[in-house]
Nanobody, 127 residues
Framework: QVQVAESGGGLVQAGGSLRLSCAASGRTFSSLAMGWFRQAPGKEREFVAAISRNGINTGYADSVKGRFTISRDNAKNTVYLQMNTLKPEDTAVYYC????????????????????WGQGTQVTVSS
């Protein structure tokens, strides 16, 4: 069983930055494809960013491209989401997801491709 836990959410003004962290355990971290999703009130969960097991491939939603960066540190069993130039529309609960059956280069963009999820961390961007 893989356990996933997010941290780093909070309240920030528009134009500011936050870095989310996600620690995973229960598998060798390099065997996990990782992703970030978010869900705003009244909306469906949406893809934000993903990174392959080998850390070489990354993918982003169009709405965050150029502002958010996903990275991973396999030595620390952690994936990060650096969020810059935040906008009020980025306000949501952010979820980290992990999948242990993906290929080394795969980017997983759909929520149903992930088996393991964290509890989420709230990000609120004030205008």
């Amino acid at each position: 069983q893989v356990q996933v836990a997010e941290s780093g959410g909070g309240l920030v003004q528009a134009g500011g930055s936050l870095r989310l962290s996600c620690a995973a355990s229960g598998r060798t971290f390099s065997s996990l494809a990782m992703g970030w999703f978010r869900q705003a009130p009244g909306k469906e969960r949406e893809f934000v960013a993903a990174i392959s097991r080998n850390g070489i491939n990354t993918g982003y939603a169009d709405s965050v491209k150029g502002r958010f960066t996903i990275s991973r540190d396999n030595a620390k069993n952690t994936v990060y989401l650096q969020m810059n130039t935040l906008k009020p529309e980025d306000t949501a609960v952010y979820y980290c997801a992990a999948e242990d059956s993906a290929g080394s280069w795969a980017i997983l963009r759909r929520h149903y491709e992930y088996h393991y999820w964290g509890q989420g961390t709230q990000v609120t961007v004030s205008s």
